[in-house]
């Protein structure tokens, strides 16, 4: 019976490998257009079908396309979307474009207050049900005991309610401008720091080779 619990459950998909810069430059080249583009249009208005029409506004216009492209070449090349990934391409699309539609760059703004609260409420669920909903996105990348995945799912999902937080008193009390360097800068920083800050949880909870120690498995739940 003991040799239930691990990794039965993480079916293999066709996933392929491919080299971790061209992954991070998909992942994260649109975000660095998104604020070049913003840092050289901020003041200028453009007058399209008789409607003004700001510089960050149609930024976002052309992030939404360039967002999706690049999501679909890292689909094409791995085979294989998160769901984190699908769910955001999605309220990219949904509230940039409402953004884009009613001119208004208020719905571009809340988009990542959605996004974490999603994520944060959803790594709730799955803790009042005693799960963490975090291993099964992630157990292939860190193989973690059972009680270590619990604890960092419950840091994650503070930690993402509290940047859904932070996120809405920026762009509630602060300039476009503010806004756009915090979610750029701000908020990949911050998550590189939580992930940083969790070693000592990576460390102690790591799950041993199979074959190696096998106690410490199933005996944390």
């Known amino acids: 019976m003991a040799d239930k619990p691990a990794q039965t459950s993480a079916p293999k998909t066709d996933r392929k490998k491919i080299h971790p810069l061209l992954k991070t430059?998909?992942?994260?080249?649109?975000?660095?257009?998104f604020f070049a583009a913003y840092i050289w249009l901020k003041d200028e208005t453009f007058q399209i079908g008789g409607r003004d029409y700001e510089g960050f506004i149609l930024v976002t216009a052309g992030f939404i396309p360039l967002m999706l492209?690049?999501?679909?070449?890292?689909?094409?090349?791995t085979g294989h979307l998160s769901k984190m990934q699908i769910v955001t391409a999605v309220l990219i699309t949904v509230f940039g474009g409402l953004s884009v539609w009613l001119n208004d760059?208020?719905?571009?703004?809340?988009k990542p207050t959605l996004i974490y609260l999603l994520f944060g409420g959803a790594l709730g669920v799955g803790?009042?049900?005693?799960?963490?909903?975090?291993?099964?996105?992630m157990e292939e990348v860190l193989p973690l005991t059972h009680e270590g995945w619990m604890i960092l799912t419950r840091r994650l999902c503070a930690?993402?309610?509290?940047l859904a937080v932070?996120?809405?008193?920026?762009?509630?009390?602060m300039s476009?401008?503010?806004?756009?360097?915090?979610?750029?800068?701000?908020?990949?920083?911050?998550?590189?720091?939580?992930f940083i800050t969790q070693n000592s949880v990576f460390t102690k909870h790591a799950l041993e080779d199979e074959g190696g120690d096998?106690?410490?498995?199933?005996?944390?739940a």
Do not use: H, Q
């Not at 430059?25 to 257009?33: A, F, H």
């Not at 932070?166 to 009390?173: A, G």
């Not at 503010?178 to 939580?194: D, E, M, N, P, Q």
């Open 25 to 33: 430059g998909l992942e994260l080249g649109p975000i660095i257009v």
């Open 69 to 77: 492209i690049c999501t679909g070449i890292l689909w094409k090349l």
């Open 105 to 110: 760059d208020r719905f571009f703004k809340m």
């Open 127 to 137: 803790l009042l049900r005693g799960e963490s909903w975090l291993a099964l996105v």
């Open 159 to 162: 930690f993402f309610l509290g």
């Open 166 to 173: 932070l996120n809405e008193v920026i762009w509630r009390t």
């Open 176 to 194: 476009t401008e503010s806004w756009v360097y915090f979610k750029t800068f701000g908020l990949t920083a911050a998550i590189f720091l939580f």
């Open 214 to 220: 096998n106690d410490k498995g199933p005996g944390a």
